[in-house]
């Protein structure tokens, strides 16, 4: 059995990389941040998510241990966007204690901020039909314009550069803990995310073999 958790900034390709670990090693993908989207009518997290707060740690972890216990996670899971915290992290170890179970890696992808400012400044989305565009590395074939659908393409306010690095700081001081949490077990593989998709997953899959 194979539970791993997939760390990484936004803009790092955790979503290209979480796709392609889940259909190799037959694992649920867990993303909270789904999840929480999917959630956002419960009583349990209307309240804050409705406000634009923070949901607490006791809320997300009871959302994402009530998952865990799914019949489909018992041959493993990916968790991506889980934990945020080193409280979190230690109520999962807690939890898969219990169960008998464990945390077998945890895959820290690696990426330069300007790298990620650079490709998420870039990013156009769909408002009709939500497809997703790079100006740099997958732009549309009419400029501004869906190829999917033909609406006009915007850009997310959170995808600005000023906003992008108020992201990136927030991110490096809330994994650094997490880092060294899981570095101390034995269990975290940095890798590389600046290379392409193809040798990024190679990278995870390397660690795998040697395990």
Known sequence: MKNFILFGPPGAGKGTQAKTISKTYGLVHLSTGDMLREAKDDPMFAPYMSAGKLV?????????VKRLKKPDCSEGFLLD????????????????????????????????????????????????????????????????????????????????PDTIRERLSVYDKQTKVLIDYYEKQG??????????????????SDYVKKM
């Open 56 to 64: 607490p740690d006791n809320v997300i972890v009871e959302m994402v």
């Open 187 to 204: 269990i975290l593989a940095k890798i590389d995310g600046m290379l392409t998709p193809e040798k990024v997953f190679e990278q995870i």
């Open 81 to 160: 966007g889980f934990p945020r915290t080193l409280s979190q992290a230690q109520e999962l170890d807690k939890f898969l204690t219990k169960e008998n179970k464990k945390v077998s890696a945890v895959f820290c992808i690696l990426t330069e901020n300007e790298e990620i400012v650079k490709r998420l400044s870039g990013r156009r989305v769909c408002p009709a039909c939500g497809g997703s565009f790079n100006i740099d590395s997958m732009p549309p074939k009419k400029e501004g314009i869906c190829d999917l659908c033909g609406a006009n393409l915007i850009q997310r306010k959170d995808d600005n």
